[in-house]
């Protein structure tokens, strides 16, 4: 069940991709972009790096992103992954973390032709996590600068 923060997400992305989903639009100066963290996943399909990098490919397909490049790096140590995906539209990434069955997700994309929430959905189903928080962020808006300090 969603909470209502969650709720509101949703509602105001649904917003958005009336307003903003058009032919005219694709390539206007905007950009969305999904974070995700996953907890309690499946620790199978979160160690079996074969399987995972493909799945994070077929991901990207299904939000209408084009994959360009794909670099990845194991962590003999851990048996975790990093791997970052280059995207004609931006990238998507994914960081591992098996010794706490959990991973980080990204998924960043210009224009307005990406569906952020159908990659989202092929991993949580895949990965299976007990827990997801996501929020899918609007680039091209304003950001709230008090939720940033000065370095």
Known sequence: MRNREEEKNMALIK?????????????????????ASYEG?????????????????TAIKASG??????????????????????????HAS????????ACFVDLFTCGTTCLPEKFDAILTAFLRPKKVYRQILLRHQSIDQDKFREV
Not at 41 to 57: G, I, N, R, S, T
Not at 67 to 80: A, D, N, W
């Open 15 to 35: 917003d958005y991709a009336e307003t903003f989903y058009t032919k005219e639009n694709a390539y206007a100066f905007v950009g969305r972009h999904l974070i």
């Open 41 to 57: 996943c499946y620790l199978k399909a979160l160690a079996d790096h074969d399987e995972l990098v493909p799945v994070m490919k």
């Open 65 to 90: 992103a084009t994959l360009l490049k794909v670099v990845k790096h194991r962590f003999p140590s851990s048996g975790g992954l990093t791997a970052v995906f280059l995207l004609a539209e931006s």
């Open 94 to 101: 994914i960081h591992t973390y098996p010794e706490h069955a």
